[in-house]
């Protein structure tokens, strides 16, 4: 009697959808490029139940904490963590650079045309987080004024409203909640066919592109998302929760799956939030406020992006970058990422911007716009693990401070 063979499982499926979805775009090349409106379909489903389930599981995490000092202690943490780890993310791709040269004998032969941007004040930084029109804000899409939306009305239901009211609203936004994810389990079954044709699109596309004049810029850039990922965040990881850090990676597998597939912040938050549920076992209203808030402050890829751009920059023209430039850069860079998300037109602007900031050609960032697909998925996938070794970080810490606090209450009682 023939013995069942086990199905994989969808972490599994995934993997092989990426590796022979990479395969077939480097084989037909550009021509692949018909099929990638199946991954866009697949983006396309993903991304528009987001913006719903990130209110309402905001809305269920702060107001379940039932405490506001609770709430701005774990705030605090989180905006603590998020800071640390992007100025280390740029601090490691300044010296990454430094060490591989990426702009040494470049030279600049054509550019896109660039115009002056006005760089982020804390005042513009500030006033990104709020809107004028929520529902408007949720049409488009607006991640961080839903996010600041959801923190300040979850924090009137715990003050102000009646404890009747709050369980029949809560009661409802968790249903919802449910709903939201019941749809979005059923196209993640899909994940394997859009990570295919995603990945087939990318390297069809930008397969041999990495081999030309800008290779080594590339090259600096996934060595820094290397060392960033397995050795600071393995370690952080590890010193916050006390917990295998290899394990860690195998277990969030569907997480920097999806975001290296997708190039989608928005799009692995889903995936993101029920990995932390589920496979992580973490503090449900730690992780469903940690992710969302991380897709808009936690950009560790982006800060080491700007690391690697300064240093690319300055050997290009020839410039020699002291200590207290590289100082300059790597704050800069930090800053640009509090930015970025009131920013129109992505890192490209946002490159502008940095250039202009530190006194160098804004003319590189057309030039670097080029090979942004190529390094995207890189930074991507660094955005959403960071955010997810943050939720673990302060996960781990609640529940070693629950524990002090029910072990401080028994003390008395141990003493009769």
């Known amino acids: 009697m023939l013995k069942k063979v086990k199905k994989p499982g969808l972490t599994t499926q995934i993997l092989i959808g990426m590796v022979l979805g990479a395969l077939c775009g480097l084989i037909v090349g550009p021509e692949i490029e018909v099929i990638s409106f199946i991954g866009t379909i697949y983006l396309y489903l993903l991304r ?49 650079a430094l060490v591989i040269h990426p702009g040494a004998g470049f030279v600049m032969t054509e550019a896109g045309e660039v115009t002056e941007q006005a760089a982020p004040t804390l005042a513009s930084i500030c006033l990104s987080f709020f809107g004028t029109n929520i529902i408007g804000s949720m049409a488009e899409g607006t991640l961080l004024h839903v996010i600041s939306f959801a923190i300040i009305s979850g924090i009137g239901v715990m003050l102000f409203m009646k404890e009747d009211d709050q369980a029949k609203l809560l009661g409802g936004t968790g249903l919802i909640s449910r709903y939201i994810m019941s749809f979005l389990r059923l196209v993640m079954k899909f994940t ?73 912040t928005a799009a692995t938050m889903p995936v993101s939030m029920r990995t932390c549920e589920e496979n992580l076992k973490l503090r449900k209203e730690i992780s469903d406020l940690t992710i969302p808030l991380g897709a808009n402050m936690n950009m560790d890829g982006n800060g080491l992006w700007y690391g690697v751009v300064a240093v690319f920059v300055a050997e290009s023209i020839g ?94 009682e141990g003493k009769e």
Not at 68 to 78: A, Q, S, Y
């Open 192 to 264: 394997p066919i859009g990570v295919f044709c995603l990945m087939s699109k990318t390297t069809g596309l930008y397969g041999t592109d990495v081999l030309g004049p800008l290779g080594k810029f590339i090259l600096a850039i996934y060595i820094a998302i290397f060392i960033h990922a397995f050795v600071f965040y393995a370690g952080i990881y590890f010193a916050g929760t006390k917990k295998n850090p290899f394990k860690f990676w195998k277990t969030i597998s569907p997480v920097w799956m999806t975001s290296l597939s997708t190039c989608s």
């Open 48 to 96: 528009c139940g987001v913006v719903p389930l990130i209110f309402c599981n905001i809305l269920l995490a702060v107001t379940g904490m039932g405490d506001v000092k609770k709430l701005g202690r774990i705030g605090v943490k989180l905006i603590v963590l998020f800071m640390a780890t992007t100025f280390v993310a740029a601090a490691i791709g300044l010296v990454v």
């Open 319 to 412: 410039l020699d970058m002291s200590i207290g430039t590289m100082i300059v850069a790597v704050l800069t860079g930090v800053l640009m990422t509090l930015g970025s998300p009131g920013i129109p037109g992505g890192i490209v602007v946002s490159t502008t911007i940095f250039l202009q900031a530190m006194g160098m050609p804004a003319e590189f960032a057309a030039l670097l716009g080029g090979i942004v697909s190529v390094v995207d998925m890189g930074l991507t996938t660094l955005n959403c693990s960071g955010s997810v070794v943050v939720a673990a970080m302060v996960s781990a810490g609640e529940d070693r401070r629950e524990e002090k606090e029910k072990a401080a209450a028994k003390a008395p």
